[in-house]
């Protein structure tokens, strides 16, 4: 018996790896659509990889009413517009995946802050749940609204997550991130710094020590460990269209140091089945995960300095968005969480 | 009921292919692979991306033993092997898909011209089928081997097949094919034109007249015609890793000027799931295809200067090797064509 | 003595390759910059890579009293814009290269059927002068207005020029050019088709059959052979910034098989310092003449099909566009054809 | 007067972007060059971007003959090798500067360590001057033997020497470096992990921990602050064939949060050319200095945690290899350091 889903926003391309994966997937149809920018036009117009779902043509974003006829909506909106759709499918009856990040920071001061505007649907923020599978699977079961994590924190959690717990294991004020992400993760609006031209050979930097997920990975990672941390985030900006890696440089606590990192590693993620930890001497690559849900983690401790290294890489564009949203609907409905998510990566 | 699969040669790029969409097929295991370099290793060490197929570990070439338990192997080796490994797979009842040249040439005389060797397998040439399924689907239904079709003659084929039916409606003198492909299509082993440094930012030609699918590309369309034809096939080398893309410029035979092209072609692809003819003002991309089995064709006439121009497009690893061998391996075997292949592409 | 220039329309990417050649030049001083979009800011903040160049501020298109001081101005506009600008500059005693496409064609109902729009300055078409130094050095020494040849027509008329000399040796009904160009030929206005995302790894035809270099192309090719010809053009966008590579597929004439193509070739450009003709065995790549004004050419004759195909490569920035442009400056002001020119292609 | 100059190793990447330079250096005559591969080849066969340098013609390593006429040789031959060359070329009164890591370190036991082989010339360390001229310029005037820096020291010490002079302003054991690099710096040697098909759309980390030019960096660093230091090194490899960008994470001491950083910067190198400092709000890119000799650094404070990151850009062959052997060059033979290097970067 089949999951009739909706999909807002299915213009970008977070819309269009939704279609992707959902399309084949063995419980789900895909009953409604929509689109600011396309309303009207049919999905291979719009995507022209999309030519076998010709059947999907996108409807004003105004046009709740489509939503009738689904169980969950995967809203693929920007953050500020989601928040104004949301509360309304909700009162809809509606199970909400909602890809902005709108609904992740727990604080509204926080919000507006970081995002420069007011929360409007403050009066959610408490039962929105965090989508990340491996550490919050459980109230993801139950959950109505769903915020699903962003593509940066996604790679920074997981690496972190096994030093957390238990009042963690290393020194909190030495986090430093260093990520690396493709341009994809940017979106399709037409912008001079996406262009070909500029980022083909030219590797950047950008908003270095701003950048808005930075409260999120501290909301979580602070949870985790109970207490609260601020950590260094540096995000740059890579010549490739997918892919995250996220270089994570922690210090372990005195006398911690030469510890079985990889056993810890391997322990805490032996039930996480897109969670893949190297085998000792491997480390990740961007296009080892590429159109896969899968997570790839290595650690390395370096014993002349004292810093440990976690090396992280996902596909931003499924563990970082469309695919974790699949794996948190999988969850929502009671299905194996795996269902629909198991293609291998796609190498060269 | 499962069919059991053999791999000879997993360890390239085409042999990852096939590995990732045998991996997906849902009536398919994996019973046994080779390896020439990488013997004795787990595929997670040769293909990171293959860390869930860590239970597929690498036998020799000569350990053909392994292959009892299959009822079809895959050839994934260069040409000069395939044609000294198939002749004992065969032997022992295996069905054979091979993705090497060395049995699509009828001549073995033509193979010797172009490939510089002499053909050792020269009694098996009659049988083996030219596996285009668009073309020669009733034949391959019965056939004990399947000569796999190259990548550009995939591309080119089928974007000139409508064209040669009932005596053709082009001037034969006129085929000039230029193509352009991905760098996948050259395999894994190192060399110094390969190398990302050479080639970014490098496009350029190659074998610039004197490529080897060229006798392969005028065996089948002078069969199509039902005369002997001649073609001019200029390949180039494109900075990306999949694709190609073949721009076949051709005049239309004398009062055929303005035909109804796009109808023709849409009828004769009218029952054909994976060659998508595009609407009319659409053009392909290689990324508009990539990682599936899917092929774009569009037809577009000039009638300033009289020249018709098919563009077609495929993934060369996937229908222009590993899933073609794969959608030969449904049809041998009574399954439906597009079993396991419907996996829509991976853009951006 | 130094030439002072200017320069209208600093802040496209042609316009900073004219900055970037013109600084390195050692007889000219840039004397004033104007831009549409980025009037008032300094050379860096529009160009990071221009951060010697502080001194260049853009005025506003409007400001040509600062063209006073000039002896000669670079036009980088757009089409259309351009020939409102040019005939005032004219007027002031300035002598002109005109980067666009504006005063290429001769007639201006050519210009009005493929450009849309009304030539508004008609009178000038006669005097301009089609800035190909190859070919028409004699008649740019004197010029006051040189319109500058586009990206495909350079490529293309410099790889078909020694076969169309008294009369020509080769079939004019048989000129098939399929050309693939770098992005950057496209400009730096944000557009979705121009997103790295959409381009890496998805190479592509455009404007099939109908580009505006193509009645360039005819008009110089028709002029050197003395008869009108058409021509079939057909370009593709690949995924690299630069470089322009053209291949020229031609049938010889009757009798024509077999000659001394090779011989014919360095004999035409034995006096062409920037055209390079390789060595027999050799073949052209975009990135072995990247950021140089020079031109690599290859002739290979197929015998089997009776084919003759020409390989051009061009840097578009450069021998497409500024660097053509100054080499056309050198000759108008009885410089050395060569100066500030001779930097080597940056390879790899 | 013109230097004759020598080119042992001409057959690299960094021997073909030395030729680059130094044909374009108006006081130098490249006398003589070498290769072990491709001895008795001419420049363009090996290098068809050097078409106009036909006349440099490899000679075998071994004949050393060829450099009696020279002033000057470089050596850009791998580690191991250059230690054997060198002092034969000295003895031959021959000035040098060497490429290679052989007499970077002033240690023969940490060149043991990290390079696993004895070193075969010590007593030429203590007289070796290390080639960075924006620290070291009254040492290299009149040194014989130039030690030329590794391409990711040149950019992590350019990016730190502010805040280490006068026992300096950070907190030593914090220093983070997040290096990423294009894949040009790892040598045309062919290579699985170079191909393109591996790379592109494959970011990745290596030697995570262990990289060579570790000991390299913590030497001139501790040299500069006063006391040992050792830093934490994390080189990453780029889907692009030029540059180098290192995030540079460090804590300033207590009491200097807040600091004029910027400033500092600009103060540091109010006279070094070639350093670039960005203005605030301006971060670098690596086809910002593509091609050229210049360093774009940028300083950024985070209050909110107490870090400072500096970032710094270069091209790693030029920068970090073949330009900074000329700059270094130029001072040795008294002329103006910049000559033949102020060509502005190419982009895009």
Chains 1, 2, 3, 4 share one sequence.
């Not at 986090?175 to 590797?203: M, Q, T």
């Amino acid at each position: 018996m089949a999951i009739t889903v909706g999909i807002q926003g299915a213009s970008g391309y977070t819309g269009a790896e939704l279609i992707r994966l959902l399309s084949a997937h063995p419980q789900v149809e895909i009953g409604f659509v929509t689109s600011e920018r396309y309303a009207g036009q049919a999905m291979d117009r719009i995507f022209p990889h999309l030519s076998l779902r010709q059947d999907l043509v996108c409807r004003p974003l105004e046009d709740e009413s489509g939503f009738a006829s689904c169980q969950v909506v995967f809203c693929a909106l920007p953050h500020e517009t989601s928040m104004k759709v949301v509360p309304k499918l909700l009162r809809q009856g509606l199970k909400v995946v909602d890809l902005s990040a709108d609904f992740r920071l727990r604080d509204p001061e926080v919000y507006r802050e970081w995002y420069k505007v007011t929360h409007e649907a403050p009066e959610l923020l408490p039962e929105a749940v965090y989508g990340l599978p491996e550490i919050y699977r459980d109230r993801i079961k139950g959950a109505r609204l769903i915020a699903n994590p962003g593509c940066y924190p996604t790679s920074v959690i997981l690496a972190l997550a096994p030093l957390l717990m238990d009042g963690g294991v290393i020194d909190t004020g030495s986090i430093v991130i260093d990520s690396k992400s493709g341009v994809s993760g940017a979106g399709r609006a037409p912008a001079e710094n996406k262009l070909f031209a500029e980022l083909a050979e030219g590797f950047r930097p950008y908003s270095t020590g701003f950048h808005r997920h930075t409260p999120e990975m501290e909301q979580i990672i602070s949870d985790l460990l109970g207490r609260e941390v601020r950590i260094r985030f540096a995000p740059h900006l890579l010549p490739q269209t997918r892919g995250i890696l996220s270089t994570c440089h922690v210090r372990p606590l005195a006398g911690r140091e030469g510890s079985d990192w990889q056993g810890r590693f391997e322990h805490f993620y032996r039930d996480a089945h897109f969670v893949r930890v190297m085998k000792p001497g491997m480390l990740p690559a961007t296009n080892h995960v590429r159109a896969s849900n899968y997570v790839h983690v290595a650690v390395v401790e370096d014993r002349r300095t004292g810093w440990l290294t976690i090396l992280s890489t996902i596909d931003n564009l499924v563990k970082g968005a469309a695919g974790q949203a699949v794996q948190n609907m999988n969850i929502m409905f009671g299905l194996d969480e795996k269902m629909g998510l198991t293609q291998l990566p796609v190498f060269p």
